[in-house]
């Protein structure tokens, strides 16, 4: 069966013996077989022939002057290299051989003489098939265990990586907000053992930021991040942690601070090293930071109270005027604070002219052309970025800044409206709505300032459509009352906004006459072609036709809506079907490019 397994010429076989005799008969045996066979004479020749090349195998006469096998044997089987060689002990049948103490000392196998050349290579290929499943199963257990370490490795790796990524920002390298809100956690757990323990946390926000990644774009921005990162860095010592939390936001927690005033040292350092411009590739960049800190306490139970007070005390730099650092108080609320910060930033938005106005058209349905725009507003925010009406009209509502942006929003639409008159883009027919809030609705000079308005622009009346929404004249019935009169008798239209979202009465509109109706998007949302969708848009229309209002469709988005809302006579179509809001100048170009529906 070994014959199968290997070519018997590769395999060396050691025959040991002091008789010539024997030597030579086996070597003629085995070399007839095809066998390498190597002869020594001795054992100390044995021991040499084989430290000069590895047998496969080794036939050993035990009984040998000076060094006797059993002597070779354990010699081969002490040492590592050759203990694998398998060993066949030769004895005559006259010696007292103790086959005992032959497989104690290693032997593999035994051979009496006379030597019979069947049983000798029974013998000889039983021990090399032995010895080859061995090295096989040796060569898979190591291939095995290679695997095993390659595998191991790269979980480990995995691991790491994993971890890494779990607790560092890929941008900067930094710890992010999860590996900072780890330090801190020890940080509080080190206090509640140790006392007198003194940390802050700084948390710090770059004013602006977004003007940078707006102007230069996001590649730039991210350059930006990773030099403030390496800036803050160097005012760091070894034992503190800097972190990135996101976006142009990061953390630092300073350990073992001696009092409040090296901290408070310690923020103007940092506010003093951003007055130097950052060097990207191409540009240099000022850029200043809002700074909070607050102070680490035994009575913080979670290290994101500790952080979020920080950030509380950011805002508050922020709406300081910025480039500021401030400390957190406990009377420092953060809801209301935000407010404050619109409040704060709104102000600034009037001045800095952070506000504009888009126009939606308005399209006839029947010719499908533009009959006149609405103006929204838009906010786009230097550092949070747009800033949707709905977020900021209730607070502007709440802090009366409203009468300003909305005197703004009205004048900003009524010139451009008579501008685009004059340069002959729009006809005179074509009208501008502008919403108005309740409480401006409520304002006591709003006909004044809308007469001033029209008055400067030069803009007939009849072109501006005042939009209003049921709860603002619900909220205030009697005043309403008496400027929609008013509104009227200056030929201002009217238009009830969103109608069906609030009270859903169409008996008050009797008592508030309008010239418009303007049925709300979730209507017209649920129109899909079938009759059975149609809900109460044919009533609403209906109606409003009775009491002499025209009807504007809001939030039209399908072409399958505006077949419905044709086929159910309503005048005016509005939504993202036609177009989005859009910018003055985009706007221009979509009407005079005369496009219809
Ligand atoms: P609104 O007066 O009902 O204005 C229509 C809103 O629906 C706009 O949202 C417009 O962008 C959006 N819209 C138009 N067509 C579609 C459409 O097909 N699909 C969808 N999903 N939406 C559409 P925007 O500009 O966010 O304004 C939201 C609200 O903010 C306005 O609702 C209005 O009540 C108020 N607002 C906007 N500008 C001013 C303003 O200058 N002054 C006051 N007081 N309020 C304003
Ligand atoms: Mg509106
Ligand atoms: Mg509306």
């Known amino acids: ?152 490795q790269q979980l480990e790796i995995a691991n790491a990586q994993l971890l890494k990524m779990a607790l560092c920002d890929s941008l900067t390298q930094l710890a992010n907000r999860a590996a900072f809100v ?24 770059c004013d602006r930021f977004k003007i940078v990644n707006d102007s230069l774009g996001h590649f730039a921005g991210d350059q930006l991040l990773v030099a403030i990162a390496q800036r803050l860095k160097q005012h760091l010592r070894q034992i503190d942690t800097l972190a990135r939390l996101g976006g142009d936001e990061f953390a630092i927690l300073l350990t073992q601070i001696i009092d409040k005033d090296s901290t408070i040292q310690f923020a103007d350092q940092i506010l003093a090293a951003f007055t130097e411009p950052f060097t990207l590739q191409d540009h240099q960049v000022f850029i200043n930071a809002s700074i909070g800190i607050a102070f680490g306490k035994s009575d913080y139970d979670k290290p994101e109270h500790l952080l979020r007070d920080a950030d509380t005390a950011m805002y508050h730099a922020k709406a300081a005027g910025k480039a500021q650092h401030r400390i957190f108080e406990a009377t420092m609320p953060r809801a209301a604070l935000q407010l404050l910060q619109i409040e704060t930033d709104l102000r600034r938005a009037i001045s800095q002219q952070e506000l504009s106005l888009n126009y939606q058209p308005i399209v006839a349905l029947d010719s499908g052309k533009i009959a ?55 006809d005179s027919n074509f009208s501008v709505s502008v919403n108005l809030s309740a409480r401006q609705f409520a304002q006591i000079n ?76 979730s209507f017209v949302m649920s129109l899909d072609g079938t009759e059975e969708k149609l809900g109460l848009v044919p009533i609403i229309v209906k109606i409003a036709q009775t009491m002499n209002m025209q009807v504007v469709a809001e939030g039209i988005e399908t072409p399958e809506q505006l077949a419905q809302l044709r086929s159910l006579n309503c005048d005016f179509g509005q939504g993202y079907f036609f177009s989005r809001p859009l910018t003055a100048e985009k706007v221009v170009e979509l009407i005079t490019s005369r496009c219809h529906w």
């Open 1 to 152: 069966m070994s014959h199968n397994h290997f070519n018997t010429e590769s395999v060396d076989i050691l025959v040991v013996d002091d008789t010539a005799e024997n030597v030579r008969l086996l070597s003629t045996m085995l070399t007839r077989e095809g066998y390498q066979v190597r002869k020594a004479i001795n054992g100390q020749l044995a021991l040499t022939a084989i430290q000069a090349r590895m047998p496969d195998l080794i036939l050993l006469d035990i009984m040998m002057p000076d060094m006797d096998g059993y002597a070779v044997c354990s010699r081969l089987k002490g040492m590592p290299q050759t203990a694998e060689i398998p060993v066949i002990f030769l004895s005559a049948l006259d010696d007292a051989f103790d086959k005992v103490k032959a497989f104690k000392v290693g032997g593999a196998d035994y051979m009496t003489k006379p030597f019979h050349i069947e049983e000798v290579l029974a013998r000889v290929r039983h021990q090399l098939a032995l010895q080859a499943a061995e090295r096989k199963n040796h060569r898979l257990n190591a291939q095995l265990e290679q695997r095993v370490i390659e595998r191991t």
């Open 182 to 205: 780890d330090c801190l956690d020890k940080a509080l757990n080190e206090l509640k053992k140790q006392p007198n323990l003194q940390f802050a946390v700084l948390f710090l926000d």
């Open 372 to 426: 006149g725009l609405e103006a929204l507003i838009r906010w786009n925010h230097p550092d949070r970025g747009f800033i949707p009406p709905s977020t900021f009209i209730p607070v502007a509502e709440e802090t009366g800044l409203i009468s300003e942006i909305g005197n703004w929003v009205l004048k900003e639409a009524c010139h451009q409206i008579r501008n685009w008159q004059k340069q002959g883009v729009i």
């Open 446 to 521: 709003l006909m004044q300032q809308i007469t001033h308005i029209l008055a400067e622009t030069g803009l007939s009346p009849n072109c501006l459509k005042l939009e209003v929404t049921e709860s603002a004249i619900m909220d205030n019935p009697s005043s309403a009352a008496d400027i929609l009169l008013k509104l009227r008798q200056q030929h201002i239209q009217l238009s009830m906004d969103d109608f069906g979202t609030g009270y859903s009465s169409l008996s008050y509109l009797q008592s508030f006459p309008m010239d418009y109706l303007k049925i709300d998007r």
